[in-house]
């Protein structure tokens, strides 16, 4: 089992920089299938479930060539339709595939997705939003079976902004005819990234980043470049390293539109934050002070930074509340911040963290992708050595993040 040990106390100053974006490149990678052609993607992060994605392009019939953070995937030839059932149980992001093949092939068959262990993470609004435009979905011991003689274009109004849900219906509607308007969409920034890769390469998309976002249905996409944006959340939780150990930081190739709720909550908690083009300079005080937190789909605050903050709220001075909306059980990692001293109650929805002035090294569990960075996170900051086990979850969304944060005067161990 993998593990990082990681020696505590060290104040992190200096440099670094955000890769590209985990749940951008997934959705996109997806959408390469469509164009029956060339993507060349540029600035794709090297991390467990980028890697996943190509098995599945590979097993699916796409020849894919890497070099560094370069993924050429050539999808002339995709002979299969059906996602394989142990690639879809490691990875929820796999439904997307699904979205992409009925677009291309009106068909595919693929299992219930897998991935971390939040809570329930069902996949209704996407199987409505394919009945929607016309596409069969049958069940059949486990497996289900989308096919469809003609899609056709129409209006879908997601019961929630789901973001898979919402990318689903988009690669469904590219290439099928007439339009289709989707109301209450997500508008998370990797939906703005995948519309546009996708008409980049020649589809009709408008909306994408709003509410409402119409796909006018085109016969044939053509080959594409495209250089994927920078992961936000990676983005945030580089700030909150340095914040937790009252450094200092520089992070560059960062959107701080993309994380304003980020950086106010930041500047709440006593960080000073300067914002130069995709540069971002914070400067934390020996102690940040408690802020409440409520996430909420973009633009409020990002679930996906819920844990990060659970862990620099630890620490902080005073009572902090954070209260999630998203998803029904994504405070795992709580358990494991109080084996290292932290003070914090579950209450339904709500964690309440009573900020202690110490925390301590100890040997604690990864349980999620989030939860697992906030435990490094909480290890910069404790006295003493922590050492955290499963580290695979952390690997699946951070590139280099021991190596990156031992850069900026982190000691982070990893063991494999
Ligand atoms: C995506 C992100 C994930 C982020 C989440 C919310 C990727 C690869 N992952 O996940 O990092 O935490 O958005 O910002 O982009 N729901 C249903 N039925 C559905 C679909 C969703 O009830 O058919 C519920 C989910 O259980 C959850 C909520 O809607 O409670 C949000 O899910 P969704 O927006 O779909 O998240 P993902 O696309 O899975």
Redesign the pocket.
Known sequence: MSSYIIEGGKRLEGETFVSGSK?AS?PIMAATILNKGISKLYNVPKIHDTQMMIEILKRLGCKVKCSKNKVIIDSTNVKNQEIPENLMREM??SVIFAGALIGCYKKAIFSYPGGCDIG???????LKGFEKLGIIVQENFGKIICTAEEINGTEINLD?P????TENIILVAVLCKGETIIRNA?M?P?IEDLQNFLNRMGAKIEGAGTHVIKIKGVHKLNDVSYNIMPDRIEAGTLLCSAAITGGKIEVKNANAEHIKPIIDKLEEAGCEIKIDKDTINLRAPKRLKAVDIRTM?YPGF???MQAIFGAILATASGTSIITEN??ENRFKYAEELQRMGAKIKIEGKALIIKGARKLYGAKVKSTDLRGGASLVLAALRAKGKTEIEDIKFILRGYEKLDQKLNSLGANITAVY
């Open positions: 749940n997934l929820r992001s329930a993470r069902p996949i209704d609004l996407h929630f789901s973001v898979g849900a997500a998370e990797e789909p990002p679930t996906d998203i998803f």
